[in-house]
């Protein structure tokens, strides 16, 4: 595609967005079935409705563009999915593994606000205010998984300085 | 790299940043160079200078783990750099250009913010402190930047509107 104006940037980020949603919709189970803590599991699986969600979002932001909704191949979130399953294949130890797998997600997760972060300002300056807020609510979801992520992260740090505390 | 420690898991998210803000090193001057708008200029011109300070601190850090400063090559910093430089090859007008560096390069900042809390956390966890202490100073460095970039795009939406209202 070429790109000369600014809605043009916009569609060409909307397809890396939905070519990243949907290889993640592919991954997640996967990071769910490797997964030790049911904590992670369970954020996995809920992030895994809701990036379902995104997509069915992204569809109906590229109907509102007058667009076909059309995937180009994100290489940095391919890197990212690749790096998982890598840390998979190795076999670590279970905990070094959650937290591993904590790590990717959240680079997945900061890849993905950033460019939500990005179309939506894009969207405003357009004047598609509706386009807009439809994907301010995904970036607001990948925040917040973010948050839990990190929340999830911080609790593995406070349960070993408890255990280290009582040895 | 055999991961079946915390540890190495560490070495190999620091090794994977190291090689990361070495790209970045060589990717930042052609993005201020690309820039329209000299405030997104002195902004990457800015940000080349801390990202020096970046490399030699992850230094500090290999040092202080006892480990040798060692690249591993991030394919996801490949990808994003790639995806700048296809933006000043297509040679779109300066203001799309600009809004697309902008986006490129916070996506590059969220990668790193990502990796940034991932092995601060991970050095806490293994009771380095002094490292995650380092580790923490990038990082706020980084969310700094991030706010940079959101402010110049900000800027451009409203001046835009401005721009607009006085037509």
């Known amino acids: 595609m070429k790109i000369s104006s600014l809605q043009d940037l916009l569609l060409d980020q909307l397809q890396d967005l939905y070519d990243a949603e949907n290889q993640l919709v592919k991954a997640l189970p996967k990071m769910a079935k490797a997964a030790l803590s ?5 954020a996995f699986e809920h992030h895994l409705h809701q990036t379902q969600g995104h997509v069915e979002r992204l569809e109906r932001v590229f109907e509102k563009l007058g667009s076909k909704a ?4 994100c290489q940095a979130m391919k890197g990212l999915v690749e790096e998982g399953e890598e840390l998979v294949n190795a076999k670590p130890d279970a905990n070094v593994l959650d937290a591993g797998l904590i790590g990717a997600a ?8 950033a460019g939500y972060g990005t179309v939506q300002t894009w969207a405003r300056q357009l004047g598609q205010e509706e386009v807009a807020r439809l994907l301010q609510q995904t970036l607001a ?3 917040q998984t973010d948050e839990k992520l990190t929340q ?3 609790d593995m740090v406070n349960l070993q300085a ?3 505390a009582s040895r």
């Open 162 to 164: 408890v255990g280290a």
């Open 38 to 42: 049911s904590e992670l599991r369970q």
């Open 106 to 113: 959240q680079k997945v997760e900061h890849y993905e606000m």
């Open 70 to 73: 059309k995937r180009k191949t």
């Open 141 to 143: 979801e990948e925040e």
């Open 152 to 154: 999830i992260a911080e």
